[in-house]
């Protein structure tokens, strides 16, 4: 028996959701008095996956078969459930990211594993087995008792903290069987908005919405992002009305978020963009009308013009950095 944790990263470079992963897995590995084994996929540069040590991998499964280059979710799903069959896994961690909800129920599938995603909080295995999921798009908890012997679990990036520990990687390779049924889908072409931080892994997030009248106002919600280190969002009009890329669009159809802080400007809070970031750690809302909604669910609100709030809002940021405040 042994916890079986998936590495994700983007271009070779693994992501925040995955050291939060290995913690996870560490965590529970030692609950559970068992071993964490863990696996890549792809095309990932040895350098990379002997980081990986700082976050207490010592053996390390890497399937890097070049038909696996390109991220294939049915190619993916059945390597993980390939190296869950090898390994003996009773428990496979994933991150509940765009990739990891393709890939989980997949395997979830061949293994005949149980499928719990948007899992919140370290699985208490005291009596069972439980863990604790965001439910009706984060506006409540489940409590859900996992009865089977396989389990698969999906966790929401920023809601693990990461802890370092010390180890030294030994890499294996493994060696997957590739069906042409997993291999039916090719990629043509992969367009990256690379000079940005993304979106999902972000702590820090500054959203913009309606309330800001045109792309051409967009100057200012970039500005603010960038000093502060944060990814820029937007609400479902904004991105329909290609004033901002779709990518961008949070809530209940767009990306689900959980950042440590999360400016909503000029966004009126309806329920389904509160479906999206009401997990948010803290959240701060600027809008003119007082009676705007989203203050319901705001650490922090500025009723004004966000015209006139965040001009003086960088001018702040820009002293405190400057430390002249
Ligand atoms: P508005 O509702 O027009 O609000 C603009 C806000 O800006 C107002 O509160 C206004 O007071 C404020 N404002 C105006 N001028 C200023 C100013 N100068 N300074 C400060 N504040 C100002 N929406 C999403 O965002 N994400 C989703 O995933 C999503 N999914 C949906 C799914 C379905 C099935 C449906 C039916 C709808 C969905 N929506 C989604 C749309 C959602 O219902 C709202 O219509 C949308 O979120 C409103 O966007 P908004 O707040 O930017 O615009």
Redesign the pocket.
């Known amino acids: 028996m042994s916890i079986l944790v998936y590495t994700e990263h983007a271009g070779g470079a693994f992501k925040k959701s995955t050291y939060e992963l290995l913690t996870y897995g560490r965590h529970l590995a030692a609950a559970m008095g068992t071993e964490m084994k863990v696996l890549a996929i792809g095309n990932v540069a040895d350098a990379e996956l002997n980081s990986l040590g700082k976050y207490g991998v010592s053996a390390l499964m890497h399937a890097n078969d070049a038909k696996l280059n390109d991220f294939n979710v049915r190619a993916y799903g059945s390597v993980l459930a390939q190296a869950a069959e090898s390994t003996g896994a009773q428990v496979i961690l994933i991150s509940n990211t765009f990739s990891g909800k393709g890939m989980g129920p997949r395997a979830a599938a061949r293994l005949k594993a149980a499928y719990v995603d948007n899992v919140i909080e370290l699985a208490n295995t005291a009596n069972g087995f439980e863990v604790i999921k965001n439910a009706f798009s984060g506006k409540g908890f489940a409590h859900v008792s996992v009865k089977s012997a396989k389990k698969i679990l999906a966790i929401v990036p920023n809601s693990y903290k990461v802890e370092a520990a010390e180890a030294t990687v030994s890499i294996a390779p493994f060696s997957a069987e590739l069906s042409d049924a997993a291999m039916n889908t090719k990629v043509r072409e992969v367009k990256r908005a690379t000079d940005k931080i993304a979106l999902p892994d972000a702590e820090l997030v500054v959203s913009?919405?309606?309330?800001?009248?045109g792309p051409e106002n967009w100057g200012m919600v970039e500005e603010l992002a960038e000093l502060l280190g944060a990814a820029t969002a937007?609400?479902?009009?904004?991105s329909d009305a290609d004033w901002r890329p779709h990518s961008e669009?949070?809530?209940?159809?767009?990306i689900a978020i959980s950042p440590n802080l999360y400016i909503a400007?000029?966004?009126?809070?309806?329920?389904?963009?509160l479906?999206?970031v009401s997990s948010s750690k803290t959240i701060v809302v600027?809008?003119?009308?007082p009676e705007?909604?989203?203050f319901k669910a705001a650490d922090y609100g500025i009723v004004?013009?966000?015209?006139?709030?965040v001009p003086k809002m960088i001018e702040a940021v820009k002293k405190l950095k400057a430390g002249t405040a």
Request: with cysteine; aromatic share 4%.
């Open positions: 913009a919405g309606r309330g800001l009248k937007c609400s479902k009009p904004v669009h949070v809530g209940q159809t767009g400007i000029g966004i009126s809070g309806a329920i389904q963009h479906a999206g600027i809008n003119k009308d705007a909604p989203f004004g013009d966000a015209f006139e709030v």
